[in-house]
């Protein structure tokens, strides 16, 4: 007897954010698995079970959701944003690698899921506009000599970076050195724009020059965006500055 | 007197991955304007006019829009998937960058939706799961000399890389000889994801090996998903493998 492991993602927090799908899967599941904040954003029935955990525990969560869906229940993990992104879908795979060949049969169900960096770059126009990349900031994850690495090769490639997890207690000096490598490789009017809770009540989207960019304004709740040199910004008023990335370079084709 | 402009996303094509807030913006609109195929995709009623143009008339079709949203009417500009990846979001500020000064006043509302690398990455399990980059393969848009660059320094930097417009009839070979780059930088075994037209009737997605990938399995709705060194295949028999990129690299803090 197996069940099903649906791996959702709630998208940033606001509910008009969330697929049909996921809701779906929320409706058809009994056990529900994640990160509290993230469970908080559902609403369930009395029927439907809830088990909160830490936000480091991933593999842990994905063992427990993995031993109910084997025992035949239908289970939902949840995540914030999407899924596969910096979220417990790896997590999932990686118990299912390691864990009991039993697993393998388990009916998993991972559900895309609107992103941090695509609802941050929807709210200031589109600096997602052309190639880009996405990058976890924590050290935790891996050494801190690859994380500069990676900033130097996609800012010299020419790629706006999308940060994730940028900052945190344990982790305060990392997003300001970032700045710092990128400095050496981008201009310094390249907009950095730090988006925080991006359609949620408690927004808040600022845009700096690299120059000037403050890591002291990045809580665990934003998502940091860093133009290319293509990168530019139009001046609007009132209505609030817009940042785009243009679809061309010159000396393509067309 | 100054309307509303929505840049919304349809999501890959299936309905369920379409957000509320995407849809609320549909029902609100009177001037819808898009590629075909994309506004196909919408119920729309009488009283909602569409004006459905080529898929390389982007700057075009966002004047147009500007000009109706300037004229007071409420538009919607529709693209598949996200707006703001490679679509509608970059030409609309374009226009907006290089337009009357009048069109600064525009009620510009820019709506995330689902993208396609998140769609075939979660069909797959979890190939995004860390660090990754999103790189168009059109040399319409920059040079090719540009895109070798971007796809060397992104595998030599540990990026899984997903490859938007892979191919299309006017552009038969770079999707073979970004493949030819790659496999100078990547293990042979490096599983790349075909993936087409995820969520709709006509899905199809294949794996393999990088040594082996075979350009002609793409087309122009394919998105390509290429691993990292650290991503793995799950062998699970029927169910299919499953394909994910390790959160952690050894090294790392924790």
Not at 102 to 119: H, K, N, S, Y
Request: hydrophobic fraction near 45%; charge should be negative.
């Amino acid at each position: 007897m197996t069940g099903t492991l649906f791996v959702i993602g709630t998208g940033p927090g606001n509910p008009d954010q969330m697929t049909p799908e996921a809701l779906s899967a929320v409706s058809q599941a009994t056990e529900f698995f994640g990160y509290g904040p993230y469970l908080n954003r559902l609403t369930l029935r009395d029927d439907q079970r809830r088990q909160a955990s830490e936000n480091r525990e991933e593999l842990d969560r994905a063992g427990a959701a993995l031993r109910a869906a084997a025992s035949g229940a239908i289970v939902c993990v949840v995540s914030g944003g999407d899924p596969g992104v910096f979220a417990m879908a790896a997590a999932v795979c990686e118990a299912i690698d390691s864990g009991p060949v039993e697993w393998r049969d388990i009916d998993l169900v991972v559900l895309p899921g609107i992103t941090a960096m695509l609802a941050v770059a929807a709210r200031t126009g589109a600096p997602l506009g052309h190639d880009f990349c996405a990058i976890s900031l924590s050290d935790n994850l891996k050494p801190w000599n690859i994380i500069e690495k990676r900033l130097e090769g996609a800012a010299s490639a020419g790629f706006v970076i999308a940060l994730y997890n940028p900052i945190s207690k344990a982790r305060p000096w990392q997003l300001g050195k970032a700045f710092e490598v990128l400095r050496a490789h981008l201009p310094h009017a390249t907009p950095v724009i730090f988006g925080r809770a991006a359609g949620r009540p408690d927004e808040r989207i600022t845009v700096q020059p690299l120059a000037q960019a403050d890591a002291a304004i990045a809580d665990m709740a934003t998502c940091v965006i860093i133009g290319s040199a293509e990168t530019r910004v139009v001046v609007r008023g009132e209505k609030g500055d817009l940042v785009y990335t243009p679809r061309f370079m010159s000396g393509g084709n067309r």
